[in-house]
């Protein structure tokens, strides 16, 4: 959902319990992006195992990418991540969904949409969740 001034929420906060897989938010139309900013915020409650967290791209409906990670296990975080189009891709770059390693980007590579996908392992509980928060420059 885009909000004034570039401002997108990627993921509502929404609670994890049960272990999830590939459960994906809503695709945020970006066409024109240069630069994102995104702030995953994890409130822990207890129990649980792993989540993670991919921010994906794609260009024209066609493949999803993964160009950011966040990984969290059993204490709260609030994490950022920083993409830029201006920084060059290695050419020929092979396509990853939910794949990208722990906590790391990549760079050079913002098409016209993004959304979030993420994995749970474990069962949390305790009012375990996630909000990720972006921040787009056009």
């Known amino acids: ?12 906060a929404t609670t994890i319990a049960a272990a999830v897989t590939a459960e994906t938010g809503i695709a945020c139309p970006v066409e024109g992006l240069r630069d994102l900013l995104v702030e995953a915020i994890f409130l822990y409650g ?37 993409t830029s189009i201006s920084i ?5 770059r092979a396509a990853s969904d939910a794949a990208l390693t722990d906590d790391t980007i990549l760079d050079g590579m913002l098409g016209d949409e993004v959304r979030v996908k993420y994995t749970s392992t474990g069962t949390y509980a305790g009012a375990t969740s996630i909000q990720v928060l972006a921040s787009a420059k056009y």
Do not use: C, E, H, Y
């Open 1 to 12: 959902m885009r909000g004034p001034g570039g401002l997108i929420t990627l993921l509502p």
């Open 46 to 82: 207890s129990s649980g195992t792993t989540l993670k967290v991919w921010v994906q791209t794609r260009v024209k409906g066609g493949t999803w990418r993964d160009i950011m990670n966040f990984a969290f296990t059993t204490s709260a975080a609030t994490k950022w991540s920083k």
């Open 88 to 92: 060059a891709l290695a050419a020929a």
